[in-house]
C-alpha cells in the first residue's frame, strides 16, 4: 500500500518550452502532496506544498510563476516548469499524506534536463 | 544552527556488519520521526516511522527515539550490498491538519561491501 506514481521519470526539453510533471497517489486519498527539488548530493529542498482544491503555498524564494503547481483532485498533483532554462535542470520530487497522517510517500523522481 | 544534524558520511561497512545512523534535533515540538532510504536516482522510500520514544523494529532495520537527549538512530543488522544507499532520517511537528512539512537530516552515505 501506500504508492505514489510520478510520471515522467525523465524528461528532456528545449530551453523556453514548459514541462509538465504528474504525481498521482494510487491506492490512498492525499489531503496534502509536497513538490521537492534535490541537487546531486544534497537533502531534499521543499519547493511547494498542496492542498486539494486550494492554492498551494510556496518556499521562500521559490517562483509562483514559474512552478505551477495544481492539485485538482486528492490522488493528483501536477507541477509545470514554465519557461525552462538550463538553471532549471535538477531532480523533482513529489510527495503525498494520507488524510489524517502525518508521514510522507514519495513519488521515484523526475529527472529534468534543460538543454 | 541546523534543526536537524546528520552526519553525511560517507559510511564504507563489510557486508554483514550492523551498521548505526543517527540524527540530533533542537526542536522540541518535533513529535514523528521517520527513516528513509533513498536509492541513486530515485525517490526516498520510508523505512521507519515512529511517534514516541523508545524502540520500533522490522525484520532487520531497528528506529530508536530518545527525546529526552533528542536523538534518534536507526541500526542495521546483518548488512547486505543492496543496503547501500543514502539515509535520510525525518521528522515533524503534531498538527491539526494531516500532511505537516518534514525536516529532513542531510542524509548518510552507505557502501555496504560484499
Known amino acids: 500500500g501506500a504508492v505514489v506514481s510520478q510520471h515522467p521519470s525523465w524528461v528532456i526539453c528545449k530551453s523556453g518550452t514548459s514541462v509538465k510533471i504528474e504525481c498521482r497517489s494510487l491506492?490512498?486519498?492525499?489531503?496534502?502532496m509536497f513538490w521537492y527539488r534535490q541537487f546531486p548530493k544534497q537533502s531534499l529542498m521543499l519547493m511547494a506544498t498542496s492542498n486539494e482544491g486550494s492554492k498551494a503555498t510556496y518556499e521562500q524564494g521559490v517562483e509562483k510563476d514559474k512552478f505551477l503547481i495544481n492539485h485538482a483532485s486528492l490522488t493528483l498533483s501536477t507541477l509545470t516548469v514554465t519557461s525552462a532554462h538550463p538553471e532549471d535542470s535538477s531532480f523533482y520530487i513529489c510527495s503525498a499524506a494520507p488524510w489524517g497522517k502525518n508521514i510522507q510517500y514519495f513519488g521515484a523522481g523526475t529527472r529534468l534536463s534543460v538543454l | 544552527q541546523k534543526e536537524v544534524e546528520q552526519d553525511p558520511g560517507p559510511l564504507s561497512v563489510p557486508e554483514g556488519a550492523i551498521v548505526s545512523l543517527n540524527c540530533t534535533y533542537s526542536n522540541s515540538a518535533f513529535q514523528y520521526f521517520m527513516w528513509y532510504r533513498q536509492y541513486s536516482r530515485k525517490g526516498p522510500e520510508l523505512l521507519m516511522y515512529t511517534y514516541s520514544s523508545g524502540n520500533k523494529e522490522d525484520g532487520r532495520f531497528t528506529a530508536q527515539v530518545d527525546k529526552s537527549s533528542k536523538y534518534i538512530s536507526l541500526f542495521i543488522r546483518d548488512s547486505q550490498p543492496s543496503d547501500s544507499a543514502t539515509y535520510l532520517c525525518?521528522?515533524?511537528?503534531?498538527?491539526?491538519?494531516?500532511?505537516?512539512?518534514?525536516?529532513f537530516g542531510e542524509g548518510t552515505q552507505l557502501t555496504v561491501n560484499p
Open positions: 525525518a521528522m515533524n511537528e503534531e498538527l491539526e491538519t494531516s500532511g505537516s512539512r518534514l525536516t
Open positions: 491506492d490512498f486519498q492525499a489531503t496534502t
